[in-house]
């Protein structure tokens, strides 16, 4: 049980585009789900904490506007990272939780921009 | 949120029992202290949750002492599979049980 899909788990795209990572919970309802993002050989960076049905929560030194968070129902939340630069390009993770139970993670997004 | 510490790297051997100690001295009364792994290019994998005591699953065993103040995750006769990051982490489970990640241990295993 406890099972959280992320797609895509890899995407390239040229710098300037927008591009749209979906999380899944799917035999779960997850009342809140977790962004994060991490570097090369580093440990995960926590971004956001989005519940559903309202706004995320931004971890200080993120930028709303760059990274915006989506979680309009208790299964699927989106991270779109706008505009995205060569210096976006990372590991992105999201995790789901439901209750008090543990997060449970996704298999996470390998973004590069060219 | 509670910081941890832990160990940055570990060696062992195959077939031998791998104890990795964390410390946690501002653990919170509601706090819980869960053990991830992660192998590269994968999101973390839940292994292990306590609050006290000792918590033992099919995969490991988790030793919390009477102060909290830090935790130890035993993997028992270790495999070359359970070469990883292991991250131990604090929460409160009751507040949408954010977690910070610390540095983890990178465990290597050798034939």
């Known amino acids: 049980g406890a099972v959280v899909s992320q797609h895509p788990s890899r995407v390239i795209c040229k710098s300037g585009t927008s591009v749209k990572i979906e999380c899944r919970s799917l035999?779960?309802?997850?009342?809140?789900m977790f962004w994060y993002r991490q570097f090369p050989k580093k440990s995960l960076m926590l971004m956001a904490t989005?519940?559903?049905?309202?706004?995320?929560?931004?971890e200080q030194g993120v930028e709303k506007d760059k990274f915006l968070i989506n979680h309009a129902s208790l299964t699927l939340s989106t991270l779109t990272v706008t505009s995205a630069h060569p210096e976006d390009s990372s590991f992105y993770i999201c995790?789901?939780?439901?209750?008090?139970?543990?997060?449970?993670f996704g298999d996470g997004t390998r973004l590069s921009i060219l | 949120l509670a910081k941890t510490t832990q160990p940055i790297s570990m060696d062992s051997y195959e077939g031998q029992e791998v104890n990795i100690t964390c410390s946690h001295n501002?653990?919170?009364?509601?706090?819980?202290i869960t053990w991830y792994q992660q192998f590269p290019s994968q999101g973390p994998r839940f292994i292990i949750q306590?609050?006290?005591t000792k918590v033992t699953n099919e995969v490991a065993s988790l030793f919390i002492p009477a102060d909290r103040k830090s935790s130890t995750l035993s993997l028992p006769r270790v495999s070359l599979s359970d070469t990883a990051v292991y991250y131990c982490?604090?929460?409160?489970?009751?507040?949408?049980?954010?977690?910070?990640f610390g540095s983890g241990t990178r465990l290597l295993v050798r034939p």
């Open positions: 306590g609050y006290k």
């Open positions: 035999d779960f309802q997850a009342t809140t």
């Open positions: 501002n653990i919170a009364t509601n706090d819980y």
């Open positions: 989005s519940n559903e049905g309202s706004k995320a929560t931004y």
């Open positions: 982490l604090v929460g409160d489970m009751d507040s949408s049980y954010k977690l910070i």
């Open positions: 995790s789901a939780t439901h209750g008090n139970q543990p997060q449970h």
